[in-house]
């Protein structure tokens, strides 16, 4: 008995240690596309995400004002101001006037330019160029200095993607695409799960083994006959051959297998005693299927609402194929990578875009994840 329980104790520990592994795994990247989504663009490139809440350090280049802003002070031609201008300032711990040595001397030290000419920058970027001789030209000197700036988080990000690179606006178009495509195979699945389940007619164990067959058939090897086909019928009524309509029925046609194999087995399990009483009562099959199974089946209709409708929305090649690429139709997927091929040095970009793609999902995963394992597991463990 004691080592039957020591065993017990280790399968359970061994179980949340592999639970805590995989939640970490998950949650450090997500982490780090969250934070960096807020971080200005400056430290990004700077820093990784995890030195966020921290200050960053990087090496800049300025240049001086020219020879019209000097003055004559105690005998010497003088050129003063701030590196930093009118913008956020930074603490500066070196500088240099050539970009192989950018920090050769230290904030607050007197630089030796040569010719009587000597530059002192100090820590809060202010600076001292002066000169015994007048100095000349329209460009002013170039000075190379590494500072260190505090963390900085602004929403700037969210405001360029949603409203200047039309991120918004796809974001629309996944949730037309999305919505849809999750509820017309949830209707259609759970009628025929419950005609599969309940109700005896001829062929009906033939049509079982076509639908698990349909399983196994990969969606890339149906696409482009799906496509000829609707394009033919599109044609022949006159209507136009990439319409939401389209990728609605195509999603459909690709989710009902398994909607209907994973709902028959669940409502396959329900107890026969219900259905019989209801009978006995008068009531007919679209009444027992409407007033007793569905309520008893929503654990598992979410968690086929939850796979559908991540599929759905992190699908592109479906969508590639069957939408277009117009400002109306192209979808959430589709335009970010679309981004990966124009800003792909922006990640300031590409985060602030990668996060609102998951947010979504995210939402709907957890405000129906109390079904999600119970649905599953009723589904896997029933049949008829």
């Known amino acids: 008995m004691a080592a039957s329980t020591g065993k017990s104790f280790a399968g359970r520990f061994g179980v949340h240690i592999a639970v805590f592994v995989f939640v970490v795994i998950w949650t450090i990247p997500t982490l780090g596309i969250l934070v960096s989504s807020l971080r200005d663009k400056d430290q990004i490139v700077a820093s990784g995400w995890w030195n966020s809440f921290a200050s960053s350090s990087q090496s800049e280049a300025g240049r001086l004002p020219a020879a019209s802003a000097q003055t004559q002070k105690d005998g010497k031609y003088v050129i003063e101001g701030n590196i930093f201008g009118d913008g956020p300032k930074r603490e500066i711990s070196a500088f240099g006037v050539k970009s192989s040595a950018p920090t050769q001397y230290k904030a607050g030290t007197a630089a030796d330019l040569g010719d009587g000419v000597a530059l002192q920058m100090n820590a809060d970027g202010t600076f001292v ?40 606006r796809s974001f629309m178009n996944s949730l037309t695409v999305t919505i849809p495509a999750t509820i017309i195979p949830i209707l259609i699945a759970a009628f025929a799960a419950y005609a ?33 086909l609707y394009n033919g019928v599109g044609t022949f009524f006159g209507v136009p051959s990439k319409t939401y309509l389209g990728i609605w029925l195509a999603h459909t046609g690709f989710g009902l297998p398994f909607a209907i194999y994973l709902l028959r087995s669940y409502i396959a399990g329900l107890p026969r005693e219900i259905m019989e009483s209801a009978r006995i009562d008068g009531a007919s099959d679209f009444e027992i299927f409407v007033k007793i199974v569905l309520p008893l089946s929503f654990p598992v209709l979410a968690s086929f609402a939850i796979f559908q409708f991540l599929w759905v929305w992190n699908d592109l090649l479906v969508a590639m194929v069957f939408l277009g690429t117009a400002p109306d139709q192209i979808v959430l997927t589709a335009k970010l990578n679309a981004l990966l091929g124009s800003r792909g040095g922006n990640w300031e970009i590409l985060t602030t875009s990668a996060f609102i793609t998951i947010i979504v999902p995210l ?22």
């Not at 460009?139 to 929403?155: C, D, E």
């Not at 164990?205 to 799906?226: E, H, K, N, R, T």
């Open 129 to 168: 160029l002066s000169s015994a001789k007048a100095f000349e030209g329209d460009r002013g000197q170039r000075v190379y200095f590494a500072s260190s700036a505090p963390p900085k988080f602004t929403t700037d990000n969210y405001d360029a993607v949603l409203f200047s690179e039309g991120i918004g």
């Open 363 to 384: 939402i709907v995963f957890f405000s129906l994840q109390r079904y999600f394992v119970r649905g599953l597991l009723a589904g896997s463990v029933k049949g008829g």
């Open 196 to 228: 599969l389940a309940w109700m005896r007619f001829p062929g009906r164990a033939l049509l079982i083994a076509v639908i698990i067959g349909l399983l196994v058939v990969p969606l890339q090897m149906s696409l482009i006959p799906l496509l000829k």
